[in-house]
Structure formats: C-alpha cells, structure tokens
C-alpha cells in the first residue's frame, strides 16, 4: 500500500476521526501498544499500515455498480463487469467524472460512492 492509499484508506476508515475509536484499528484500545494513533503511526509504521490494509480489506468501498446491482440484482452485465448503460443515464450528470472514456467505461462505474 503507498502512501496516498494509505491516508485514502485511513480517512474512509475513520471517517475524518469522527467514528468511535474503540472500533479503530489504531485506537489505544486495540492497537496492542498502548499507544495514540498519532504515536502508533510515528514509532510503528509498518503496523499502522497493516492495520489500515487489513481494515481496507474487510470493509471493501461501496461502487457505482454496486449501487446499481443492489437496485437491479438480475441487470445483465458487460465482460467488464459493468452495465449496458452508461453511468449518466443512471446516477445523472453530476456523477460523470472528467475521464469518462465511454458509455460503458469501467473507470465510472467502478469509483467509489460518496455517502
């Protein structure tokens, strides 16, 4: 994991330190150091960041097409695992990003949804 995935991961982890942190990896309470976060990730790098990855893991981030397969269980998918539709005529176009190569283009559909 590099370093931009790493802070990526944390923030959807901890949701910007808003979640409890008895249910943070990093947390004092679980991290086996008896550490704050911020002291944990200074002095045990390579533990914070196998924290993160097994979290990442575990908790997968929720995709366009995971949204639209939760709606349409049964909707037929392309090889790419994308639907026949483009993501516009789905979600509207607000959510068609910059690099949208094609209507049935697997960087849309695979980008994580913002809650």
Not at 8 to 14: A, E, P
Not at 24 to 44: D, G, K, Q
Not at 74 to 92: H, R, W
Request: proline residues 3%; aromatic residues 10%.
């Amino acid at each position: 994991m590099d370093a931009v995935e790493y802070l990526k991961q944390k923030n959807r982890m901890t949701k910007s330190c808003t979640i409890a942190c008895n249910t943070c990896p990093l947390a004092i309470e679980n991290n086996h150091r008896n550490l704050v976060c911020t002291n944990l990730e200074r002095c045990y790098i390579e533990e914070a960041v196998a924290a993160v990855e097994n979290w990442a893991k575990e908790h997968r981030a929720k995709t366009y097409v995971d949204v639209f397969l939760d709606k349409f269980p049964d909707a037929k998918l392309q090889k790419n695992y994308t639907p026949f539709s483009c993501i516009v005529y789905c979600f509207g176009e607000k959510v068609r990003p910059k690099d949208c190569e094609s209507c049935d283009c697997a960087y849309c559909w695979s980008r994580e949804v913002e809650e």
